[in-house]
């Protein structure tokens, strides 16, 4: 039996496909188990991962939308289409994720109070604007944010 630890970090891709073999070839007793555990988990959380990132960004937009439409109608004149693209297609990315990952449904609301603490960061940056004054808590709903008939302010 090969030093699994040893293969898993000299060469990962051909780690995993030795893996692939022994599981292919029924011999349990050959895996790397702690290792295959790391990777599966890790799996997992990179679709959470995206998650949040697809959330971060359509928030983004979302806010600079809505705050630009209140406070800078020459940022919503100049950068408005572009944004409401990236809303359009972080919600069909949005949508893609869960529709492949049902499960994540749950986490959606709990992933999106912690990607709108970044989006608020970069929606004050982009706006040049104090984050004192972009509410601190997110003003719209999940069923909102996913909605794609959702726009702030309409």
């Not at 970090?9 to 295959?36: K, M």
């Amino acid at each position: 039996m090969p030093n699994h630890p040893i293969a898993y970090e000299a060469d990962f891709y051909a780690w995993t496909q030795e893996q692939a073999r022994l599981l292919d070839a029924r011999q349990f007793d050959a895996l790397d188990v702690p290792n295959l555990v790391e990777e599966i988990t890790s799996l997992g959380k990179s679709e959470q991962r995206e998650l949040y990132h697809r959330l971060s960004s359509l928030l983004a937009h979302l806010l600079k939308l809505a705050l630009a439409a209140q406070h800078s109608p020459q940022d919503l004149r100049r950068a408005g289409r572009g944004w409401r693209a990236t809303v359009k297609t972080q919600r069909l990315g949005v949508a893609k994720v869960l529709r492949e990952n049902p499960s994540l449904r749950t986490t959606v609301p709990a992933e999106l109070a912690d990607a709108y603490a970044v989006a608020r960061v970069e929606a004050a940056a982009a706006l040049e604007m104090e984050e004192a004054t972009i509410p601190e808590i997110c003003p719209w709903t999940a069923a909102q944010v996913l909605d794609v008939d959702f726009w702030p302010g309409a």
